[in-house]
């Protein structure tokens, strides 16, 4: 079972029982440095440790719940984990390609599963740093700003060295640009084929 996939059980687990998922991630933290954490009946045990890793017996009324290893390096970042960015344990749709070029558009414009945009906003909001995991396990840094121009403002999530290429204030071209809508909001993102640009400081 990999690492991605442990968080994930530990998430179907939380939805279960009703509990609410950072709390119950911080428990293992608080079992990794104290042997054991109790949570809405739930006891979380740390029945082996070792400078890799630990082993965490979950139980409920004297009933096991489950047995789970985690490594020391995810332990260190479950506090700060955005559970919203683990991938899905379900298996993606298929994509339909798009054959099309980008096109030049204001914030107004845009709309989820559109692709190809080149859009230049200024930064209006840029929020402190916090941790999310890659789908190979990997720890990133990602703050989501804000960024609008005279027609609108959108979110435009920063990815580790984006987060201290732009500032408040900066003015900024996002080249083959997609969008699609997170947690209720709009948000424009750079992806691999992409490019974030700081054409303004400010």
Known sequence: MGEITRLQYLVRISNKYGLDT?????????AWTQKESLYKG????????????????????QSVIAQ???SETTLRYLPTIDVASL???????ARRA???????VKIKDLSPGVKWVNLRAKVVEKPNTRTVFSRMGTPLGVSTATISDNTGSIKLPLWNAQIDMVSVGD??????GSVKRFRGELQV???RKGRLVV???K
């Open 189 to 191: 993102s750079v992806g």
């Open 68 to 70: 789970i290893r985690l």
């Open 171 to 176: 003015t900024v071209q996002i080249e083959n």
């Open 42 to 61: 739930i006891s979380i045990l740390c029945r082996q440790k070792t400078t890799e890793d630990g082993v965490f017996l979950l139980t409920r009324d």
């Open 199 to 201: 054409v303004e400081n």
């Open 22 to 30: 950072h709390r119950f991630l911080n428990c293992f933290v608080e």
């Open 98 to 104: 798009e054959k099309r070029g980008p096109v030049d």
């Open 87 to 93: 991938p899905s344990d379900k298996s993606p749709s």
